[in-house]
Nanobody
Framework: VQLVESGGGVVQAGGSLRLSCAAA????????IGWFRQAPGKEREGVAC???????YYTDSVKGRFTISRDNVKYTAYLQMNNLQPEDTAVYYCAARYGSRWPEDGRGNLMAFAQHWGQGTQVAVSS
């Protein structure tokens, strides 16, 4: 089983990046895909997720700026990030969770429970 992220880098505030998550070794259609991020000294945070039917979730801080999508033929998920801000700086992780629903905590945040995780890709946004 593999999840491999790519597309991270360094951008100036207001810039854009597109992250990709290439999956292998499991039936992609059976899994929801989530993007999480972790900044230094902070807990891992759920950013967005999408199930196999295309239903999406976004954390409030990225709504209107980030778009999650998936290609079930290419076994790849994407995170288009626009209008990036310094507070978006983090390592971004792709995760795959079996089923069509990603659990949320009592505050509506995605819980970092998944069967498969990628190794992460660094995103740095300069002001």
């Amino acid at each position: 089983v593999q999840l491999v992220e790519s597309g991270g880098g360094v951008v100036q505030a207001g810039g854009s990046l597109r992250l990709s998550c290439a999956a292998a070794g499991f039936t992609f259609d059976d899994y929801s895909i989530g993007w999480f991020r972790q900044a230094p000294g902070k807990e891992r945070e759920g950013v967005a997720c999408i199930n196999s039917e295309g239903i999406t979730y976004y954390t409030d801080s990225v709504k209107g700026r980030f778009t999650i999508s998936r290609d079930n033929v290419k076994y790849t998920a994407y995170l288009q990030m626009n209008n990036l801000q310094p507070e978006d700086t983090a390592v971004y992780y792709c995760a795959a969770r079996y089923g069509s629903r990603w659990p949320e905590d009592g505050r509506g945040n995605l819980m970092a429970f998944a069967q498969h995780w990628g190794q992460g890709t660094q995103v740095a946004v300069s002001s």
